[in-house]
T-cell receptor, first 111, second 115 residues
Framework: GENVEQHPSTLSVQEGDSAVIKCTYS??????FPWYKQELGKRPQLIID?????GEKKDQRIAVTLNKTAKHFSLHITETQPEDSAVYFC??????????FGSGTQLTVLP | KAGVTQTPRYLIKTRGQQVTLSCSPI?????VSWYQQTPGQGLQFLFE???????NKGNFPGRFSGRQFSNSRSEMNVSTLELGDSALYLC??????????????FGPGTRLTVL
């Protein structure tokens, strides 16, 4: 079945630095790759997504890159701020129309 | 537009009981998916409903079931509760049609505690 590996599980950066979170997937039919941010006690919120016909997508300080050949995709956050501190989940979906999530990355931005 | 809503927000049950959780999707969204979130297993897919039909099912025992009504509202039921069923149950709605998958928007979740 589908499997998504996410690294690292925890990440601490200084405010203003960049953060990168990486995910790998196994299903070659995967074609949709969203990223969710979940703050403590709150619902996961979609922050950016990418489809398999696109290699990169950017939205202000957030970008996602996709390498279909290597089956991995990454989230890049630039100029990090304390409010970026949260758990970030990658996910993928293919023909099954269901999301398979990575295990999450606890990002801490130190002031 | 109002977001996805879930009721109740918190539940405490004892082993062997059953529970029903409710989810109201964003207006116009016809697909509702359910996920279980635990510290150990993360976010795991339970099932997805579209137009009152279950389209996909995750790897959970038959004690977990669901349904969707004509107004797209969905319920999930867990029978014969076990301690391991303690979790945050999240529903997500999307516009999803007959092909591919669209953005899923999550509700606040129902925190179920089984004693």
């Amino acid at each position: 079945g589908e499997n998504v590996e996410q690294h690292p599980s925890t990440l601490s950066v200084q405010e203003g630095d960049s953060a990168v979170i990486k995910c790998t997937y196994s299903d070659s039919a995967s074609n949709y790759f969203p990223w969710y941010k979940q703050e403590l006690g709150k619902r996961p919120q979609l922050i950016i997504d990418i489809r398999s016909n696109v290699g990169e997508k950017k939205d202000q300080r957030i970008a996602v890159t996709l390498n279909k050949t290597a089956k991995h995709f990454s989230l890049h956050i630039t100029e990090t701020q304390p409010e970026d501190s949260a758990v970030y989940f990658c996910a993928e979906s293919g023909s099954a129309r269901q999301l398979t999530f990575g295990s999450g990355t606890q990002l801490t931005v130190l002031p | 537009k109002a977001g996805v809503t879930q009721t109740p927000r918190y539940l405490i049950k004892t082993r062997g009981q059953q529970v029903t959780l409710s989810c109201s999707p964003i207006s116009g969204h016809r697909s509702v998916s359910w996920y279980q979130q635990t510290p150990g297993q993360g976010l795991q897919f339970l099932f997805e409903y579209f137009s009152e039909t279950q389209r996909n099912k995750g790897n959970f025992p038959g004690r977990f079931s669901g349904r969707q009504f004509s107004n797209s509202r969905s319920e999930m039921n867990v029978s014969t509760l076990e301690l391991g069923d303690s979790a945050l149950y999240l529903c997500a709605s999307s516009l999803a049609g007959t092909s591919g998958i669209n953005e899923q928007f999550f509700g606040p979740g129902t925190r179920l505690t089984v004693l």
